[in-house]
């Protein structure tokens, strides 16, 4: 059975630094996974993503320069560190994981978490 599990949101100010966490069970090593946002009224968008080895790495505009997507393997984790937050910044991010080619699009993702709340107050 395959579980994604996030942790690590919170209130920041803005300016500051938050680091995601998700945790993966059941899952096969090859998916690639991402993280999504979604804040009220708004449709869920792409932030980050990362290859099943974290040799390659994808972006939205927003988060290139200051957030970083990671993954370890060996502990089934996937890290998304988020730095100069922004009031913008705020939604629920959720963890997604899928099998297939698809990157930036939440149709292209089977398998999802329950989201993290971050709150960036300026």
């Known amino acids: 059975q395959v579980q994604l599990v996030e942790s690590g949101g919170g209130l920041v100010q803005a300016g500051g630094s938050l680091r995601l966490s998700c945790a993966a069970t059941?899952?096969?090593?090859?998916?690639?996974m991402g993280w999504f946002r979604q804040a009220p009224g708004k449709e869920r968008e792409f932030v980050a993503a990362?290859?099943?080895?974290?040799?390659?790495?994808y972006y939205a505009d927003s988060a290139q320069g200051r957030f970083t997507i990671s993954r370890d393997n060996a502990k089934n984790m996937v890290y998304l560190q988020m730095n100069s937050l922004k009031p913008e910044d705020t939604a629920n991010y959720y963890c997604?994981?899928?099998?297939?080619?698809?990157?930036?699009?939440?149709?292209?993702?089977?398998?999802w978490g329950q989201g993290t709340q971050v709150t960036v107050s300026s």
């Open positions: 997604a994981a899928t099998g297939g080619s698809g990157r930036y699009s939440p149709k292209a993702y089977d398998y």
């Open positions: 990362t290859t099943w080895n974290g040799g390659t790495t």
């Open positions: 059941g899952l096969p090593r090859y998916y690639t």
